[in-house]
């Protein structure tokens, strides 16, 4: 099985002991149901490299992985026929942790309310349901080359954080 490498542009600075080390990474994967999982497990590996181990990060690693799977899964889905490549950036930072998917199809997806009559459709509405519990917000925005980025940015327990933006 290929290797989910991520470009690493990290920081190599600590906020302080015991806190996660910044930085940023990127994961380009073919828009294929085999790379929901892949990125998923590329994700938490790196997030446990950056100090994020522990109960304490718990609860913020299964929210950011959760959402890393709706979303590339989403992008997967909807997207591979105008996106053949999708690409997730998580960035560490400022006390918080940012996770973005990218991809060619200028969609831009609602969230839609919940509906018990459908058995899918609701991804997008879970992804910002866990943001706004864990603190969070996310958005999703054009990129210049005509296709779309979807992100969640969600505090980092234990830290003074600014609010972060789309950046």
């Not at 709706?70 to 997207?79: D, I, K, M, P």
């Not at 519990?133 to 296709?147: K, L, M, N, Y």
């Not at 940015?153 to 933006?165: E, H, T, V, Y």
Request: contains cysteine.
């Amino acid at each position: 099985m290929e290797q989910i490498s991520g470009t690493a542009e990290a920081e190599p600075r600590r906020a302080g002991a015991g806190q996660p080390v910044d930085g940023v990474w990127r994961f380009a994967v073919p828009a294929a149901e085999a790379s929901v999982p892949r990125t998923r497990h590329a994700v938490r590996d790196r997030l446990l490299a950056q100090g994020m181990a522990g109960v304490r990060y718990q609860e913020l690693v299964d929210d950011v992985l959760l959402i890393v799977s709706e979303l590339v899964g989403n992008a997967v889905t909807h997207a591979a026929e105008l996106s053949p490549e999708v690409t997730t950036e998580l960035a560490v930072r400022g006390g918080w942790v940012r996770v973005s998917v990218e991809d060619g199809d200028p969609y831009r997806p609602k969230a839609l309310e919940s509906d018990t009559g459908r058995t899918g459709g609701r991804g997008l509405l879970l992804v910002k349901s866990v943001t706004l519990q864990a603190g969070g917000i996310c958005d999703v925005e054009r990129t210049g080359e005509g296709g779309k980025v979807i992100w969640a940015s969600l505090p980092i327990p234990g830290q003074d954080a600014d609010r972060p933006g789309a950046e």
